[in-house]
């Protein structure tokens, strides 16, 4: 187990609305990570952190945004939400020195 | 465009068969390679990684193969368990400290009581 909570587990919003998914670690990892699941596409990477205010984006990025202001806490934003954007997200990190990563529960997001 | 492709997308054995799942790599320069499992409804658990490096490595009944040269991994499991129904994913990085991962759509696995 390498402390990963997110939050909310399951969320379900309007078009249009903007959305903030939280993923939280307790072991102040250097690397974490956000993906999407979709049935048919595997996992995709959105964006990475290398470090607190050090971000960059991933294979799907566009129409999210994430921060990270401490070590333990990395944001994915939906600025506006729509319904392509229906999916299972999952935050994941990196320990140092180690090249596996480690999951989140995930957050099941649904736009209607 | 670095692509990973998991054959077959499900499987059906009986308990106690030995079973090999497959996974392939468009691009060879592969960082390492590593085999999840996610139970439905859960995130993913890591089970074996295989570095650039190595050939293959073992986690008790689970053997992980890689073949760089062919593009390709396997993941066998020995005297398969009804415990171990799950789908099977697949990820490759391509190097850098980042290790962004790469995945392939996975194969749904059934073991029958």
């Known amino acids: 187990d390498a402390g990963i909570t997110q939050s909310p587990r399951h969320k379900v919003t309007e078009t249009g609305t903007p959305v903030t998914l939280r993923c939280h670690q307790t072991e102040n990892h250097r690397y974490m990570y956000w993906y999407r699941q979709d049935p048919g596409h595997g996992l995709r990477l959105i964006h990475y952190s290398y470090g607190v205010k050090d971000t960059d984006k991933g294979e799907v990025s566009d129409g999210y945004s994430v921060s990270r202001s401490k070590t333990e806490d990395f944001l994915l934003t939906l600025e506006s939400a729509t319904s392509s954007q229906t999916s299972v997200y999952f935050c994941?990190?990196?320990?140092?020195?180690?090249?596996?990563?480690?999951f989140g529960p995930g957050t099941r997001l649904t736009v209607l | 465009k670095q692509e990973v492709t998991q054959i077959p997308a499900a499987l059906s054995v009986p308990e106690g068969e030995n079973l090999v799942l497959n996974c392939s790599f468009t691009?060879?320069?592969?960082?390492?390679l590593q085999w999840f499992r996610q139970d439905p409804g859960k995130g993913l658990t890591s089970l074996l990684l295989?570095?650039?490096?190595?050939r293959e490595q073992t986690s008790g009944r689970l053997n992980a193969s890689l073949d760089k040269s062919s593009g390709r991994s396997t993941l066998y499991i020995a005297a398969s368990q009804p415990g171990d129904s799950a789908t099977y994913l697949c990820a490759v990085t391509y190097g850098g400290a980042t290790n962004k991962l790469i995945f392939g759509t996975g194969t749904l696995l059934a073991v029958q009581p």
């Open positions: 295989i570095q650039s490096s190595q």
């Open positions: 994941a990190i990196s320990k140092a020195g180690s090249d596996t990563q480690y």
């Open positions: 691009d060879s320069a592969i960082y390492n």
